[in-house]
Nanobody, 124 residues
Framework: QVQLVEFGGGLAQAGGSLSLACAAS????????MGWFRQAPGKEREFVGG????????GYADPVKGRFTISRDNAKNTVYLQMNSLKSEDTAVYYC?????????????????WGQGTQVTVSS
């Protein structure tokens, strides 16, 4: 049974930082593209960023480029999202997801497994 569990959400002030982690089990982690998505109230789920199986390739949505960084530790079956220079518009539930496809995609339906999400709230 595949499980993705996110950790590290919470409250931050605008301009501050938060780190999220997503621990995976039940899958061959080092063969999966991992993605981070977010969903704010009343909005659709949107791509934040993704990382390929080796960690050598990453991709980010324009709103977070230069502020967020994704990394992974295949030995720990964990993917991370470092969020800096946070803005109020970053407030959302953040989800990690795993894809069996070989390349990073911004499309949620491409991803095969999802975590339960963790709330990130940025106060201005």
């Amino acid at each position: 049974q595949v499980q993705l569990v996110e950790f590290g959400g919470g409250l931050a002030q605008a301009g501050g930082s938060l780190s999220l982690a997503c621990a995976a089990s039940g899958l061959t982690f080092n063969r999966n593209v991992m993605g981070w998505f977010r969903q704010a109230p009343g909005k659709e789920r949107e791509f934040v960023g993704g990382i390929n199986w080796s960690g050598e390739v990453t991709g980010y949505a324009d709103p977070v480029k230069g502020r967020f960084t994704i990394s992974r530790d295949n030995a720990k079956n964990t993917v991370y999202l470092q969020m800096n220079s946070l803005k109020s518009e970053d407030t959302a539930v953040y989800y990690c997801a795993a894809s069996l496809r070989p390349s990073i995609s911004q499309t949620p339906r491409v991803y095969d497994y999802w975590g339960q999400g963790t709330q990130v709230t940025v106060s201005s």
